[in-house]
Structures are given as C-alpha cells and as structure tokens.
C-alpha cells in the first residue's frame, strides 16, 4: 500500500513558476512509476508527466513540453514537478499517482494509488 501527499500548490501569475511535491509512504516507493495529473473544473483528470522507477525515463503531455519538468528522490520517497512558464490554461487540481509498471501511463485509471489533491492557480 502507497500513500501519497502533494504539497506546493497556490496562487502565481502568468510566467511564473511552482515546484510541486509529493511524499510518498511505503518501502516500495523506489520500484513505482509516478505520475502528476490534473483536472480543471468541468474537464476530465488530464494526464501531465510521468517518471519512472530508473529517474531516466519521463514522459510528458505536449502541453507542458518544455515548460514542466518532473523529478524524483527515491531516498526521500519523494516526486516533484516543477512547472515554469506557468499559463492560465495550467489552473487545476494536480494530482500525484503511483502505480507498479510503466505501461499505459497517460492513462489515469491505470494508477492505483491517488494523493488529495493541490490547488494551482495561475492569474493572467
């Protein structure tokens, strides 16, 4: 069992930057692949980045290409996404996700195990 707490939400304008955090329980962190989400109001949870278990392999929506970057410590059983060039198009509830193989990892119903969630808006 994994559970995950996301933290480094709020409030910044366009162009700006945030560094999200997601601390995960469990000895396995370190064999898990990681993924951010997001869902806006009214929209279905969109896929965002992905890192698997190795650091080296990431992938990311072409919506952030170039502007997120997701990372991860596995001694600190921790994932980020730091996010620059923030847009208004970017506001949403992110979301971090785990799950145990790195198949099908733009797909949110794939991920097992789900944080609460953390606010990000971004003002134009």
């Known amino acids: 069992q994994v559970q995950l707490v996301e933290s480094g939400g709020g409030y910044v304008q366009a162009g700006g930057s945030l560094r999200l955090s997601c601390v995960a329980s469990?000895?396995?962190?370190?064999?898990?692949?990681m993924g951010w989400f997001r869902q806006a109001p009214g929209k279905e949870r969109e896929f965002v980045a992905v890192?698997?278990?190795?650091?080296?392999?990431?992938y990311y929506a072409d919506s952030v290409k170039g502007r997120f970057t997701i990372s991860r410590d596995n001694a600190k059983n921790t994932v980020y996404l730091q996010m620059n060039s923030l847009k208004p198009e970017d506001t949403a509830v992110y979301y971090c996700?785990?799950?145990?193989?790195?198949?099908?990892?733009?797909?949110?119903?794939?991920?097992?195990?789900w944080g609460q969630g953390t606010q990000v808006t971004v003002s134009s």
């Open positions: 469990g000895r396995t962190f370190g064999s898990y692949t």
């Open positions: 890192i698997a278990w190795s650091y080296v392999t990431t």
């Open positions: 996700a785990g799950k145990r193989e790195y198949l099908r990892i733009s797909d949110h119903r794939e991920y097992a195990y």
